[in-house]
């Protein structure tokens, strides 16, 4: 079994609460409140920009110079995805600014700012591949759901369901799985570590939107 099989079974639960969540229920079936995707885009703009940075200083410490182009291309991605946030739903959904960033989105930015400032780059790629691939799971599973074609939240589930997001996943994937191979067992644990985390994350960045949670 390769690193990636290994990390997702590991996960699978996590993915499974995910899938159940009434905020990905809600999504799906275009009941979820405006205010509780409101807050969702908010905070995912913040997230996205400095995610872009993180996949960017990750890219600049890759041992291979291919695997160095393939993170600049994904910081590029997810800086041009930050943009399409703020040129299409911050209009149609009425948001007026980003924000500040709340409790659980800077415990998640931090995280990956933290991970890939002072661990080896293997744990830097792991921590940052759920963003990737849950993000691919759950659109694919959302578009097979999809009950109605009236979703307010459509064009959103389409960003990562489907082909041109599956490509970047791929290719993150493959690159975790060459960066375990050729590290240390230690450092295996590591990246396992930070993939269940970064997993974590996703599920409580989801609650958060859901429970509009705030800083006190
Ligand atoms: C919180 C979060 N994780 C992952 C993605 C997809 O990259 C996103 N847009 N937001
Ligand atoms: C993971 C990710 N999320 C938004 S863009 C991006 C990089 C894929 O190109």
């Known amino acids: 079994m390769n690193w990636s099989e290994n990390a997702w079974k590991s996960i699978e639960n996590i993915y499974n609460n995910i899938i159940e969540m009434s905020f990905i229920k809600e999504l799906s079936d275009g009941t979820l409140d405006k205010e509780k995707f409101q807050f969702y885009i908010a905070q995912d703009s913040l997230y996205l920009e400095h995610f872009g940075r993180t996949l960017?200083?990750?890219g600049s410490k890759a041992h291979q110079i291919e695997d160095a182009l393939a993170y600049m291309r994904f910081a590029e991605n997810a800086i041009v995805v930050e943009n399409a946030l703020h040129e299409s739903y911050f209009k149609e959904f009425e948001i007026s600014n980003k924000g500040i960033l709340q409790p659980v989105c800077h415990h998640y930015i931090h995280?990956?700012?933290?991970?890939a400032a002072f661990e080896p780059v293997e744990v830097a790629l792991a921590a940052t591949l759920p963003c990737f691939w849950i993000y691919k799971e759950v659109g694919d599973y959302i578009l097979n759901l999809e009950k109605t074609?009236?979703?307010?939240?459509q064009s959103w589930i389409e960003?990562?369901?489907g082909e041109d997001f599956a490509i970047a996943v791929k290719t993150a994937i493959e690159i975790c799985n060459k960066a375990a191979e050729n590290t240390t067992p230690e450092i295996r644990n590591r990246m396992n570590e930070a993939f269940i985390t970064a997993s974590k994350l996703e599920f409580q960045f989801w609650q958060a939107a859901y429970d509009l949670t705030i800083w006190e």
Do not use: D, M
């Open 149 to 153: 074609s009236e979703n307010p939240y």
């Open 159 to 161: 960003t990562y369901g």
């Open 111 to 115: 995280f990956l700012r933290s991970t």
């Open 56 to 58: 960017a200083l990750i």
